[in-house]
C-alpha cells in the first residue's frame, strides 16, 4: 500500500520517499514507492507525470496506474543502480498538475452549478486531456441554461471561495448534506467548496476556487440518452476564448461586415445555400431522368427480363439510387448503376429489380459479388455494394452479371 501524500496539499510537487519494489505492471516497468505525491489515473482523472532522481541516476515518470491501493511509477526501463531501499527525491510536472486541478475543480463546480440551480444532477464525468465532460438527464441540449451555469461558476470563481478537505467520521458524515454518496465506506475524503459544493472526492484540487481561473462550456450533444456538456478550464479555456476570437476577426476580416453583423449575415447565406442546393436537385434530377430516358430507349420493353446496367462516372450514392429507381420502374427491368471511387479504389453499385421480374438481388449479389472479393447487401428488388477496383475490367464484369441474370 501506498501512502498519498497529495491528499492533504496537491500544490505540493517535490517529495522524497524510498523505493519498495521494482516491479512491472501489465508488461511495463514500474517502481514502487513508500509514499508518493504523483497522482495514479482513477476517478476519471488522468495520472501525474514527472520524474524521480537519486544519486547517480534519474528517470522520467510516463504513467501511474493504482491496483490493490499501490501506486505503480511506469517508466520506459528501469536504470541500473535503482532497486529497493534506494532512496529518490520525486518532482511532479507542475504544469500538468496544475492544469488537472483546475479541470477538476472546474467538473466541481460546473456539477454544483447545475445542481445547485436547476436540480440537475451528474451522472457521470471524464478529465480528459483536451476537453473534460459531465454527463446529465435533461431532455435536450438547452444553451440558456448553459449560459446561467456558465455565469454562476464564474461569478464563483471570481469571489475566490476557500476550498476545504473534510476527513469527517461515521457522526460528522450523518450531518453532511453532500451533492453525490460516497464509493467508498472508509476513510472517506469530503472537497467542501464554501457556500457551493460538498462532494466525496479523491483527486487533486486548487485551494480556492479563484485559482480555477475560468471555465467555458463549449458544446452541449446528445449521448446515450443524456446530454453531454464539454467544457474547460484555466488556461485551456483562455486557448479557447482566444481561438474563437481569432476565428471571429478572420470571419469580420473576410466578410467585410462588422461584427454585430455576421448573424444575419450568416442567415442569409443559408437562406442561399437551401436555395442553391433545392436549384441544384432540381437539376440533377432532370439530368438523371434524362439519361434513364435515353437508356430505357436503347432497351425496348420486353415481357421477359430486361438488363440495363450501366457505368456513370462521378455520381454519389443517392444519384445511383435515383438512376436506379428510375430504369427499374418499368416492370421488366433490372438495372445496375456503376461508379467508380478511385480514392477508394472501389467500383461502387447500385442495383433494382422491378417486383414483377421476380428476380432475387440480394441472393445474386452474394453469389455473384462476394467471390470477387465484393460486399454489399440490402433486400430482394434493392442491393448496394461495392466491388474493389484492382485492375477489374468493368465491361466484362458487367457482361459475367447480365449472363447470370438472364442466363444467356
Given at each position: 500500500m501506498?501512502?498519498?501524500?497529495y491528499l492533504?496539499?496537491s500544490?505540493?510537487?517535490?517529495f522524497?520517499s524510498t523505493?519498495?519494489?521494482i516491479?512491472?505492471?501489465?508488461?511495463?516497468?514500474a517502481?514502487?514507492l513508500?509514499?508518493?505525491?504523483?497522482?495514479?489515473e482513477a476517478?476519471?482523472?488522468?495520472?501525474?507525470?514527472?520524474?524521480l532522481q537519486?544519486?547517480?541516476?534519474?528517470?522520467?515518470?510516463?504513467?501511474?496506474?493504482?491496483?490493490?491501493?499501490?501506486f505503480?511509477?511506469?517508466?520506459?526501463?528501469?536504470?541500473?543502480?535503482?532497486?529497493?531501499?534506494?532512496?529518490?527525491?520525486?518532482?511532479?510536472d507542475?504544469?500538468r498538475?496544475?492544469?488537472h486541478m483546475?479541470?477538476?475543480?472546474g467538473?466541481h463546480?460546473v456539477?454544483a452549478?447545475?445542481y445547485t440551480?436547476e436540480?440537475?444532477?451528474t451522472i457521470s464525468s471524464r478529465?480528459?486531456s483536451?476537453?473534460s465532460?459531465?454527463?446529465?438527464?435533461?431532455e435536450k441540449?438547452?444553451?440558456?441554461?448553459?449560459r446561467?451555469?456558465?455565469?454562476?461558476?464564474?461569478?464563483?470563481?471570481?469571489?475566490?471561495r476557500?476550498?476545504?478537505?473534510?476527513?469527517p467520521?461515521?457522526?460528522?458524515?450523518?450531518?453532511?448534506?453532500?451533492r453525490?454518496t460516497?464509493?467508498?465506506?472508509?476513510?472517506?475524503r469530503?472537497?467542501?467548496?464554501?457556500d457551493?459544493?460538498?462532494t466525496?472526492c479523491?483527486?487533486?484540487?486548487c485551494r480556492?476556487?479563484?485559482?480555477?481561473?475560468?471555465?467555458k462550456?463549449?458544446s452541449?450533444?446528445r449521448y446515450?440518452?443524456?446530454?453531454?456538456?464539454?467544457?474547460?478550464?484555466?488556461?485551456?479555456a483562455?486557448d479557447?476564448?482566444?481561438?474563437?476570437?481569432?476565428?471571429?476577426?478572420?470571419?469580420?476580416?473576410?466578410t467585410?461586415?462588422?461584427?454585430s453583423e455576421?448573424p444575419?449575415?450568416l442567415?442569409?447565406?443559408?437562406?442561399?445555400?437551401?436555395e442553391t442546393?433545392y436549384?441544384?436537385?432540381?437539376?440533377?434530377k432532370?439530368?438523371?431522368?434524362?439519361?434513364?430516358?435515353?437508356?430505357?430507349s436503347?432497351?425496348?420493353?420486353?415481357?421477359?427480363?430486361?438488363?440495363?446496367?450501366?457505368v456513370q462516372?462521378?455520381l454519389?450514392?443517392e444519384?445511383r439510387?435515383v438512376?436506379?429507381?428510375a430504369?427499374?420502374?418499368?416492370?421488366d427491368?433490372?438495372?445496375?448503376?456503376?461508379?467508380?471511387?478511385?480514392?477508394?479504389g472501389k467500383?461502387?453499385?447500385v442495383?433494382?429489380?422491378?417486383?414483377?421480374?421476380?428476380?432475387?438481388?440480394q441472393?445474386?449479389?452474394?453469389e455473384?459479388?462476394?467471390?470477387?472479393?465484393g460486399?454489399?447487401?440490402g433486400?430482394?428488388?434493392?442491393v448496394?455494394?461495392?466491388l474493389p477496383d484492382?485492375?477489374v475490367a468493368?465491361?466484362?464484369?458487367?457482361?459475367?452479371?447480365?449472363?447470370?441474370?438472364?442466363?444467356?
Open positions: 501506498t501512502e498519498k501524500l492533504n496539499d500544490t505540493q510537487m517535490e522524497k523505493v519498495s519494489e516491479t512491472e505492471y501489465r508488461g511495463k516497468p517502481i514502487v513508500k509514499e508518493t505525491l504523483f497522482y495514479g476517478g476519471g482523472q488522468l495520472a501525474d507525470h514527472g520524474r537519486w544519486h547517480g541516476g534519474a528517470v522520467d515518470v510516463c504513467d501511474v496506474q493504482i491496483e490493490e491501493q499501490t505503480y511509477h511506469l517508466v520506459e526501463s528501469i536504470p541500473e543502480g535503482l532497486t529497493a531501499g534506494s532512496d529518490v527525491v520525486g518532482k511532479v507542475a504544469q498538475r496544475w492544469d483546475r479541470q477538476h475543480t467538473q463546480l456539477s452549478a447545475f440551480v436540480g440537475i444532477k478529465l480528459g483536451r476537453v465532460t459531465i454527463d446529465i438527464n435533461i441540449p438547452d444553451w440558456e441554461l448553459a446561467r451555469i456558465e455565469q454562476k461558476v464564474n461569478q464563483t470563481i471570481m469571489e475566490n476557500p476550498i476545504v478537505i473534510h476527513y467520521n461515521a457522526a460528522e458524515l450523518a450531518t453532511m448534506k453532500m453525490r460516497p464509493k467508498v465506506d472508509r476513510d472517506i469530503v472537497i467542501e467548496i464554501a457551493m459544493d460538498l466525496p479523491g483527486g487533486t484540487h480556492t476556487t479563484g485559482e480555477v481561473g475560468f471555465v462550456i463549449i452541449l450533444e446515450k440518452g443524456m446530454i453531454r456538456v464539454t467544457f474547460v478550464a484555466g488556461q485551456r483562455l479557447v476564448i482566444q481561438s474563437m476570437s481569432s476565428q471571429v476577426r478572420t470571419v469580420v476580416s473576410e467585410e461586415c462588422q461584427l455576421i444575419n449575415m442567415s442569409g447565406l443559408h437562406e442561399e445555400l437551401k442546393k436549384k441544384l436537385g432540381v437539376m440533377r432532370a439530368h438523371l431522368a434524362r439519361i434513364a430516358e435515353q437508356l430505357l436503347e432497351h425496348a420493353e420486353s415481357k421477359g427480363l430486361t438488363v440495363i446496367l450501366t462516372e462521378q454519389d450514392a444519384a439510387r438512376l436506379a429507381s430504369l427499374s420502374a418499368r416492370s427491368v433490372v438495372s445496375g448503376v456503376f461508379s467508380r471511387d478511385i480514392q477508394a467500383w461502387m453499385i442495383m433494382e429489380a422491378a417486383p414483377q421480374t421476380g428476380v432475387q438481388l441472393k445474386l449479389f452474394k455473384f459479388f462476394f467471390p470477387k472479393g460486399r454489399g447487401g433486400r430482394a428488388q434493392h448496394e455494394g461495392f484492382q485492375d468493368i465491361e466484362e464484369v458487367l457482361e459475367e452479371l447480365k449472363t447470370a441474370l438472364t442466363g444467356h
